[in-house]
């Protein structure tokens, strides 16, 4: 990094931790099928129908964890096409896998950061929604500047969404909710979903995340968070 460049603020931090043999094995021979090999695109956007072999919605989701939700998702919405960035590598591994055995045939991975993807990849009015379920709340004070949901952050995703796409934000932190709903009120190309049929729905469906258990396991209120892209 050049002196005097401005270090960009992360919103995770890596811990890999121990892959399975069964995780590695699927990074090797699984990416071809249900990756994205972003040297092949030479910086071109992403072509969904192409991607996907068909034009069908396509919902992104940020930090899919290991990836229990997102395939019981796919299998729920087998018309959606789903596009999964997680960047801890055993996820990705172990959604593989379930995408293999399964027969998952909707789902596309990236282990790749996000914002990176996001600028520079991701066509502009090109998502149907974009989903973040459980991010770290980084409820240290010191920390809050590394939560991904921040005002810049949210204007490349409205930059992406389609004119009535979704932003669903969940999470189990009330500090955060209150923080995610101040952030998303202050952007003028969004409107809260509240009372929305489009909410109803979005929550009902959505299965339980491990993090969400761990949470209720604490005691924790669930918030779910809807902002729809205006017009």
């Known amino acids: 990094m050049a002196i005097g460049q401005k270090r960009s603020i992360r919103s995770y931090v890596l811990r890999q931790g121990r892959m399975t043999e069964a995780q590695k094995n699927s990074i090797t021979t699984l990416m071809p099928k249900y990756g994205i090999n972003l040297d092949e695109l030479n910086d071109r956007k992403f072509d969904f129908t192409s991607i996907f072999g068909r034009k069908s919605d396509t919902i992104l989701e940020i930090g899919f964890g290991m990836g229990q939700s997102l395939a019981q998702m796919a299998l729920d919405n087998p018309d959606t096409n789903y596009l999964g960035i997680e960047v801890h590598q055993p996820g990705v591994g172990r959604l593989m896998n379930q995408l293999e055995t399964d027969e998952i045939k909707n789902v596309r991975l990236l282990n790749e950061d996000a914002v990176l993807i996001l600028k520079k990849y991701v066509e502009d009015k ?16 010191k920390h809050n500047k590394r939560r991904i949901i921040q005002s810049e952050f949210i204007k490349h995703i409205i930059g992406k969404l389609k004119p009535g796409g979704f932003i669903h934000v969940a999470t189990d932190w009330a ?57």
């Open 126 to 141: 090109s998502l149907s929604g974009v989903q973040i379920f459980f991010p770290d709340p980084w409820p240290k004070k």
């Open 175 to 231: 500090p955060y909710a209150e923080h995610i709903i101040e952030v998303l009120n202050n952007e003028s190309g969004l409107s809260s979903g509240e009372e929305s049929s489009l909410k109803h729905h979005l929550v009902g469906s959505r299965p339980d995340t491990r993090f969400e258990n761990r949470g209720k396991k604490l005691g924790h209120a669930i918030c779910d968070v809807v902002y729809i892209r205006n017009n």
